[in-house]
C-alpha cells in the first residue's frame, strides 16, 4: 500500500494567513492526488484534483502544487470558513489511501 | 443536480448482519464509481473499497477484504455496503461517494450525507 504522510497533523493561523499543508507519499504517484476538506458532522468536499487542478466553485483562495512524491496544498488568505480538517487522498494505485489529516484551527 | 442519498443510522448488535444503501441520481449512474469510506469516532478517512458501475468491478482495500462486501442493483441506481457479522470495532460514520476515474486523474467530486453504524451489545 502506498502511505500518505501530512504535516503539520494541526496548525494554528489567523484570518488573513497564508497556510500550506504539505502531503508526502511512500512512492511516487505522478500527480494522482487529490486533496478534501472536512467540516465537523459533514461529509468531506473535493477542492483539488490531479494536484493542482481547482474544483468547479471552490474559491480561488485554494491552490494545489506537487508531483512524484511531494505534494502542498496552499490557502492564501484563511478565512473563517476555512476552518477545517484538510486531507490528501492518492488515486494511483488502489487502495486508495488517505492522509491522516491536517487540522486547521483559529489562533 | 447530483445527489447520493444514504440509508438512515443504524443500531445493531454484535455478530447481526447489516446492509447498507446508497442511491445515486441526477447523472449517469453506470459512468462512475462508487467509493465507500469509513470514519471512526474522531479519526480520518479510511478507504474501503470501490465498484465500477459499468462493469461491476470490485476493488476492496485489504483492510476490509472479507469483512464487506460491495455491490450494486444498477437498475435502480443504488450501491450496498454490507457485513454478514458486525463486531463493536466497525461503529462508525460509513460515507459512499461518487469517483470520477479516467485519463490523468481520478477523484471523488460527490458524496452522501453518511450513514452511522453504531454496534454494541
Known amino acids: 500500500d502506498i502511505q500518505m504522510t501530512q504535516s503539520p497533523s494541526s496548525l494554528s493561523a489567523s484570518v488573513r494567513d497564508r497556510v500550506t499543508i504539505t502531503c508526502r507519499s511512500s512512492?511516487?504517484?505522478?500527480?494522482?492526488l487529490n486533496w478534501y476538506q472536512q467540516k465537523p458532522g459533514k461529509a468531506p468536499k473535493l477542492l483539488i484534483y490531479?494536484?493542482?487542478s481547482l474544483q468547479s466553485g471552490v474559491p480561488s483562495r485554494f491552490s494545489g502544487s506537487g508531483s512524484g512524491t511531494d505534494f502542498t496544498l496552499s490557502i492564501s488568505s484563511l478565512q473563517p470558513e476555512d476552518f477545517a480538517t484538510y486531507y490528501c487522498?492518492?488515486?494511483?494505485?488502489?487502495?486508495?489511501?488517505f492522509g491522516q489529516g491536517t487540522k486547521v484551527e483559529i489562533k | 443536480e447530483v445527489q447520493l442519498v444514504q440509508s438512515g443510522a443504524e443500531v445493531k448488535k454484535p455478530g447481526e448482519s447489516l446492509r447498507i444503501s446508497c442511491k445515486g441520481s441526477?447523472?449517469?449512474?453506470?459512468?462512475?464509481?462508487i467509493s465507500w469510506v469509513r470514519q471512526m469516532p474522531g479519526k480520518g478517512l479510511e478507504w474501503m473499497g470501490n465498484i465500477d458501475l459499468s462493469d461491476s468491478y470490485i476493488n476492496y482495500s485489504p483492510s476490509f477484504q472479507g469483512h464487506v462486501t460491495i455491490s450494486a442493483a444498477k437498475s435502480i441506481s443504488t450501491a450496498y455496503l454490507q457485513w454478514s457479522s458486525l463486531k463493536a470495532s466497525d461503529t462508525a460514520m460509513y460515507y459512499c461517494?461518487?469517483?470520477?476515474?479516467?485519463?490523468?486523474?481520478?477523484?471523488?467530486?460527490?458524496w452522501g450525507q453518511g450513514t452511522l453504524v453504531t454496534v454494541s451489545s
Open positions: 441526477g447523472y449517469s449512474f453506470t459512468n462512475y464509481w
Open positions: 512512492q511516487s504517484i505522478s500527480t494522482y
Open positions: 490531479a494536484a493542482s
Open positions: 487522498q492518492q488515486t494511483y494505485s488502489t487502495p486508495r489511501t
Open positions: 461517494a461518487r469517483s470520477d476515474c479516467g485519463g490523468v486523474s481520478c477523484f471523488t467530486d460527490y
